[in-house]
């Protein structure tokens, strides 16, 4: 079992940053690739940003490419989302996900642990 806890959300005009952190227990972080999917009102959820089990491969969705990083420190159990240049779409809950795969993920169902989420939200 790997457990993640979620933190970093909050609220934030448009334009500005945010940092969510994801840490984890449990068993080897480092043997999994890491992800981040969001999930909007009334809408499915979505998958933002995913990284291998060391790092070295990143993908990310079309609509956050460029403004999100995804990064992670296998030493400290913890996977981070960079956000910056914040918009009102943007707004959703958060969720970290963890895969038993080495590269990177971007299929919801591929996951097999989830986050409880924190919520972002982003005013005009």
């Known amino acids: 079992q790997v457990q993640l806890a979620e933190s970093g959300g909050g609220l934030v005009q448009a334009g500005g940053s945010l940092r969510l952190s994801c840490a984890a227990s449990g068993r080897t972080f480092s043997n999994y690739a890491m992800g981040w999917f969001r999930q909007a009102p009334g809408k499915q959820r979505e998958f933002v940003a995913a990284i291998s089990w060391r790092g070295g491969s990143t993908d990310y969705a079309d609509s956050v490419k460029g403004r999100f990083t995804i990064s992670r420190d296998n030493a400290k159990n913890t996977v981070y989302l960079q956000m910056n240049s914040l918009k009102p779409e943007d707004t959703a809950v958060y969720y970290c996900?963890?895969?038993?795969?080495?590269?990177?993920?971007?299929?919801?169902?591929?996951?097999?642990?989830w986050g409880q989420g924190t919520q972002v939200t982003v005013s005009s």
């Open positions: 996900a963890a895969a038993n795969r080495l590269v990177v993920v971007r299929t919801e169902g591929e996951y097999n642990y």
